[in-house]
């Protein structure tokens, strides 16, 4: 497939995230929610300016991880990182917006990755535009670098949103930014959004190719942040089915690089429930191993297995003890990773949180401990963390 070809058709048809009006529609992206709060004279010639960020740290002790990726078993993790420093730059000009987000953080592991940690560094992780379709009431466009559209928490929900410090297993999967195009539209309770992306071959002749589908069962919608915080008593569902296909990754012989999303978030009054579902075919199923820096279990090397399919999912249940100040969360994850042989690991995960809000997402203190049950002793591990985040 040709990604000049179908790149130019997609920007020519010009769209993107998604954001529909109307008392019955509601915002499905992060970038479009901030946006049009920040600019009500969305069609000023004059446009419009608007900087946030945030900080997020934690410390954190496992006497199961080894620290030292030098060599084995030689020091106890214990210490403290920075997870995010993170500055976020939108700005409109009417139908036009743009959003930049840089990062002076990097939580990546040396061992599960290969690379170089640059704690320190800033980098840019995110920067597009967008604009919207002219005569097509609730279609914008998209270019630029971002994430694909597949997790409603991969790709709506930033970390100073979470419930707990660490994503779930699959939500890091996706957490990738590559290049691309994106259409997106919503039309009453439901959103789409459909992106080609560079892939795993970079700027050669195959694409990756994102389509996802939302839809608002009951109530509002869930936004973009986990967990109760902010919610009524009123019962808010939604549903949402994904699906991506990389070619630049698929084998000569098959067309298996492919992988189907499944997820569903239920808020009411202090309760919240979000649950996840991916299956992975085989030239794309990840692995997991413990990051030596976080204790948390990570995905990594995909198509490790290229015999073996996984589907790895998740439940997270958190309910607001005292309404907008403390909130409980347990989560349960199923790893199904493959093991050497084509078979599986087995790997389990439980993750217990309080949430203390001292002033919302903008202010709050997390405090989590997490344990992995696993076939391979190498992937079992206790820890605990505690993490502060404050952003404006």
Do not use: C
């Not at 993107?16 to 992206?29: H, I, M, Q």
């Not at 100040?325 to 087995?346: H, Q």
């Amino acid at each position: 497939m040709n990604k000049f070809v179908i790149g130019a058709l997609a920007l020519t048809a010009a769209s993107s995230l998604a954001y529909a009006g109307g008392t019955e529609t509601k915002e499905w992206s992060k970038f479009d929610r901030d946006f049009l709060a920040l600019t009500a004279n969305q069609g000023s010639a004059t446009g419009s300016f608007g900087v946030t960020g945030y900080v997020r740290g934690r410390g954190v002790r496992s006497g199961d991880v080894d620290a030292d990726t030098g060599t084995a078993g030689q020091q106890d993790l214990s210490g403290f990182l920075l997870d995010n420093a993170r500055a976020e730059f939108r700005a409109s000009q009417g139908d036009y917006g743009v959003y930049i987000a840089i990062e002076g953080a990097d939580t990546s592991d040396d061992a599960l990755t290969g690379g170089t940690a640059t704690d320190g560094t800033v980098r840019l992780i995110d920067a597009y535009a967008t604009v919207k379709v002219p005569g097509m009431e609730g279609i914008t466009g998209q270019v630029g670098r971002f994430r694909a559209p597949f997790l409603w928490s991969s790709f709506m929900v930033e970390e100073n949103h979470q419930v707990l410090l660490d994503r779930t297993f699959n939500s890091q999967f996706f957490q990738t930014r590559q290049d691309g195009v994106q259409l997106a539209g919503a039309y009453d309770r439901l959103s789409w959004w459909f992106a080609l992306m560079n892939g795993v071959d970079s700027m050669q002749d195959e694409v990756m190719w994102t389509g996802r589908v939302q839809a608002i069962l009951m109530g509002a919608g869930p936004g973009n942040q986990e967990g109760a915080y902010g919610q009524t008593g009123d019962l808010n569902l939604s549903v949402g089915a994904s699906y991506m296909d990389d070619e630049g990754v698929d084998t000569a012989n098959a067309n298996s690089a492919a992988a189907v999303g499944l997820d569903a978030v239920l808020t009411q009054g202090g309760l919240s429930v979000h649950f996840e579902l991916v299956d992975y075919e085989e030239d794309i199923t990840p692995n997991a191993g413990l990051n030596s820096r976080t204790g948390a279990i990570n995905p990594f090397a995909a198509g490790l297995d290229a015999d073996r399919s996984s589907t790895p999912w998740s439940a997270t249940v958190g309910y607001m003890v005292v309404p907008n100040k403390w909130e409980v969360v347990l989560r349960y994850e199923n790893l199904d990773d493959p093991d050497t042989t084509g078979g599986s690991d087995d790997t389990i995960a439980w993750t217990a949180g309080v949430n203390f809000y001292a002033a919302g997402h903008n202010a709050k203190w997390t405090l989590q401990g997490t344990r992995t049950d696993s076939d391979n002793a190498a992937k079992e591990a206790d820890t605990v963390a505690l993490g502060l985040t404050v952003g404006i």
